[in-house]
């Protein structure tokens, strides 16, 4: 009887991560969706392609070599074994409290879990360099963000090791419970060296420094890529409990629902708000950037506020992401789908939050883990750019930035027949 109680609790939890997971992998549709929808038609390809093609990849580096730099071991030389049922019952029968892993299959999971949010954080990139970058230049990028940039950060956060030997994270405070600063603020970390390498889309700024809208193609599109989103963010914080199968973990994982919904509830109503003060009218593109702010804000610390307290920390994070896109706007800093805003500026928001719910958290071990990961992602980034600059170019040409990337870089275009007579 024991031993079934054991197995049913492994399969269960198992079972939770590896659904997260899936729900996690199901948000590379809503970037794809979102990015298609805010930049123009003859972009649209391109876009696609690029979502895609860094999902697999990620896929690839972090399975050759990430995964091993961020948590080490070599377990990935061997191949995915079967379970041995009886050693992992005795590892469970052992441990106090449970089983928290241990096996290759658990190790498996766990990797299909982290993977995904590797390939995340390289989706915010995407947005943030479309419509002038060259598709191969990006993706040589996402090789190394993904195989090296990415797990380095991790190692020193989520696998706990001390920031080149000099001091370690966990020791001085630092806390993100699903990545507001590990994931996405290193997303937007590696997004915004992008763009100032890139420089800003022709036409989008006059010769005085006025500011011209450049509207996105399809916003059904985006809102759909909004609600995948919203709907993916539920694994990526959910799954982030790392069990299910025991009363206490139950109620953590429904208490990190609730928050993730009532964050995205809140940013999405407070960046509505302040759309119609500023502009007199409801803006549909920072209502989606609002719901998403306030899942960002949330994602360093889903699980001990309480539900009005993750309404009011979303909230924030919507009023946030309104005034930095127009700030970022304005000082020419070109973001085509405001994922700097949304990831980068309210990530940081985010962990600077945590302390306010969690007594194991610190105002200076969350600011310094913000700028470890902001120093260390922004600047290798920024040099592996600018590598890739001097070599084969990151930029298209003006002409083909002006008749969409779409045919330059993928020979075919996503609405075909809008240009038929």
Known sequence: MQDQIFQLQYAMDTFYFLVCGALVMWMAAGFAMLEAGLVRSKNTTEILTKNVALFAIACIMYFVCGYSIMYGGTWFLTGIQDVD????????????????????????????????????????????VAERMKLWSFLVFAVVMTGFIYPMEGSWTWGGNAVFGMYSLGDIGFSDFAGSGIVHLAGAAAALAGVLVLGARKGKYGPNGEVRAIPGANLPLATLGTFILWLGWFGFNGGSVLKLGDIASANSVAMVFLNTNAAAAGGAVAALLLGRILFGKADLTMLLNGALAGLVAITAEPSTPSALGATLIGAVGGLIVVVSILTLDKLKIDDPVGAISVHGVVGIWGLLAVPLTNDGASFFGQIAGALTIFVWVFFASLIVWLIIKAIMGVRVSEEEEYEGVDLSECGMEAYPEFNKS
């Open 85 to 128: 049922t009886a050693a992992t019952l005795a590892d469970f029968a052992a441990r106090e409290g449970g089983f928290e892993g241990g096996s290759i299959y658990s190790t498996a999971s766990d990797f299909f879990f982290q993977v995904v949010f590797v390939a995340t954080a390289m989706s915010i990139v995407s947005g943030a």
